[in-house]
């Protein structure tokens, strides 16, 4: 379990997280929501230590971040950060071998190869792997690094917007792979946290949601229990339709 | 990749032989076991010069690549972002406050100096809008032509101007057998740069991957920072800067190899003490026996292919 207990942030004069406390569960996916600038993504960047924690206090399965070293961490948690313009000219296959480096800080073993070899065939990379990454489309480059992730083989796979420049294909595509790799049935079940902007996607794949606005929690729960019409209306400031499709809600959010 | 190694080591070893064969005096290499004469020009002039411009370019070639991935940029190198030119102005204030201190002194005040001037780029790149490349280069060439205007102005007021044109034109004609040892230290850098390779990959993924992959990202920039301050105060205070070869070399070896450097280093290394060492001997032998030096040759050659990485990118740069 991630815990989050008071935390605030803030960047400058502006308050971005206001006395944050959540917990995010052991198992599947958690979702987290809001309208732009609610700080769901910086709150994503203190869990992954990628800012540095001002007031409050978060622990990973009882390991307080702020006092276990960034490379203890690195075999508890990982992270897909939004890419930017990526600038470097790997081969998929090389990149998805330094998600490897945690555990082998340069001498990969046998094991090693084999999680690559894995996680290069869970993401369907195969035919990718010989090819540099600054040729590679972004919905492609974006795989490579979720596949680095998982490589990565921590329980916690932590992803910033990951569907960001994704066509419908790759994002409905890349949510399935997380989402099964996150199933309890899976091999090794992966802990997900991610920051999703469309918010379908969390209704159809999240087993968890916490919906932030303003830098506080709005709310938080099961799929059915968040993504209802009062809630989502209170949230993004406007009237939202949610209907409901096998069992899960459908978000009505554009009409 | 062995394929690249071979290739690299076979021109390495044919440029060495000409390196060593050429020059204004008359030599053949079957002297040497007979002749004292031929031997000590061997080893108080060929050789140290034929090392000299190997050291050279293998270093300079390094701390471009490694630039070029701190910065997250292909267009970087030392001479392109003020660090040459503020090695320079180091070694232009100790040469005016200490003229009599040891050589040593002078690099160490000159890389000290090249390093302030290397954090100054970044603090300036931090102001950058990520999404356009080709701004870093172009700020890049302003901040150095600043710095580099400062130093002129004091040269000039100081009559020391002939200082700045040795220190900005590498030149290895004066090089013999006492005056260029230093730059094994260039080399030696070079070479814990390739112990530290995974980590300055890693580092050009971006600061959260490298924290994700639990690296110590400020470390591994401070050490990146420290070596090619290093390496270029070194190279300006024995031979001269040579222009672009941090910068065109790193680009064409990534061109085929990619940015990988446990695998690229090698290469990089190689072809950068090739093209430097290739660049001395065709300043010997263009209008013999008098000498172009090495710094104009790849100037001239350098600034062609750097036009051609600008302009003639792929897409995807």
């Known amino acids: 379990m991630i815990s989050i207990r008071n935390v605030s942030h803030r960047i400058g004069q502006s308050q971005i997280l206001r006395d944050v406390s959540a917990d995010i569960p052991d198992a599947g996916i958690t979702a987290l929501i809001g309208p732009n600038g609610a700080g769901k993504s910086t709150l994503l960047n203190l869990v992954a230590r990628l800012l540095t924690l001002q007031t409050g206090r978060i622990e990973i399965d009882g390991q307080d971040i702020a006092r276990t070293s960034s490379r203890d961490l690195a075999l508890k948690l990982a992270i897909v950060a939004q890419q930017l313009g990526v600038a470097s000219r790997l081969r998929v296959r090389d990149l998805v071998g330094f998600g490897r480096w945690p555990h082998h800080r340069g001498r990969p073993g046998p094991e090693d190869e084999a999680t690559v070899a894995e996680a290069i065939a869970s993401f369907d990379l195969g035919a990718l792997q010989h090819r540099f990454l600054d040729e590679l489309s972004g919905g492609q480059q974006q795989r490579a690094f979720v596949a680095m992730g998982f490589a990565q083989g921590t329980d916690w796979l932590l992803l910033d917007e990951p569907l960001n420049n994704l066509d419908m294909f790759h994002a409905r595509a890349l949510m399935a792979r997380v989402h099964a790799l996150s199933r309890p049935e899976a091999p090794r079940p992966r802990r997900v946290v991610m920051v999703v902007h469309e918010i379908n996607y969390a209704a159809a794949w999240a087993d968890h949601i916490i919906a932030l606005k303003d830098g506080a929690v709005a709310a938080c729960g099961a799929p059915t229990e968040v993504l209802t019409n009062p809630v989502l209306s209170a949230l993004f400031g406007m009237e939202i339709r949610v209907e409901e499709l096998h069992g899960r809600p459908l978000i009505l959010h554009h009409i | 990749m062995r394929l690249s190694y071979l290739l690299t080591a076979t021109a390495l070893l044919v440029l060495s032989l000409l390196s060593v064969l050429v020059g204004a005096a008359d030599f053949r290499l079957q002297d040497v076991t007979a002749d004292p004469d031929a031997l000590r020009l061997l080893l108080t002039s060929r050789l140290p010069r034929t090392f000299a411009a190997l050291l050279t370019g293998a270093s300079m070639a390094v701390a471009?690549?490694?630039?070029?991935?701190?910065?997250?940029?292909?267009?970087?190198?030392?001479?392109?972002?003020?660090?040459?030119?503020?090695?320079?102005?180091?070694?232009?204030?100790?040469?005016?406050?200490?003229?009599?201190?040891?050589?040593?002194?002078?690099?160490?005040?000159?890389?000290?100096?090249?390093?302030?001037?290397?954090?100054?780029?970044?603090?300036?790149?931090r102001r950058l809008p990520p999404a356009q490349p080709l701004l870093v280069p172009l700020v890049g060439l302003i901040y150095s032509g600043i710095i580099g205007a400062g130093a002129t102005f004091i040269a000039y007021q100081a009559d020391l101007l002939q200082y700045l044109g040795v220190w900005m034109?590498?030149?290895?004609?004066?090089?013999?057998?006492?005056?260029?040892?230093?730059?094994?230290?260039?080399?030696?850098?070079?070479?814990?740069?390739?112990?530290?390779?995974?980590?300055?990959?890693?580092?050009?993924?971006?600061?959260?991957?490298?924290?994700?992959?639990?690296?110590?990202?400020?470390?591994?920039?401070?050490?990146?920072l420290v070596t090619v301050s290093l390496v270029t105060a070194l190279v300006v205070v024995t031979v001269g800067m040579v222009p672009f070869v941090g910068l065109v070399v790193p680009n064409i070896v990534a061109r085929t190899m990619g940015d990988n450097l446990r695998a690229s280093l090698p290469v990089v290394a190689g072809l950068g003490g090739?093209?430097?060492?290739?660049?001395?001997?065709?300043?010997?032998?263009i209008r013999y026996p008098y000498e172009v030096p090495a710094g104009t040759v790849f100037g001239v050659m350098g600034a062609a292919v750097f036009l051609w990485l600008l302009l003639g990118r792929p897409a995807r740069a």
């Open chain 2, 274 to 285: 090739g093209l430097v060492l290739a660049a001395d001997l065709f300043g010997r032998v």
């Open chain 2, 64 to 125: 471009g690549v490694i630039m070029q991935l701190l910065v997250r940029n292909r267009f970087v190198e030392p001479g392109t972002t003020g660090t040459t030119e503020a090695a320079m102005l180091g070694l232009l204030c100790v040469t005016l406050l200490a003229p009599g201190a040891p050589i040593l002194l002078k690099m160490i005040a000159s890389a000290m100096a090249a390093l302030v001037g290397m954090a100054g780029f970044l603090l300036l790149l």
């Open chain 2, 169 to 224: 034109s590498g030149e290895f004609s004066g090089v013999l057998a006492g005056r260029y040892e230093l730059l094994w230290l260039a080399g030696a850098l070079a070479l814990v740069a390739y112990v530290a390779a995974d980590q300055f990959t890693i580092a050009g993924l971006g600061r959260a991957t490298s924290v994700s992959l639990g690296l110590n990202h400020a470390q591994i920039v401070v050490l990146g």
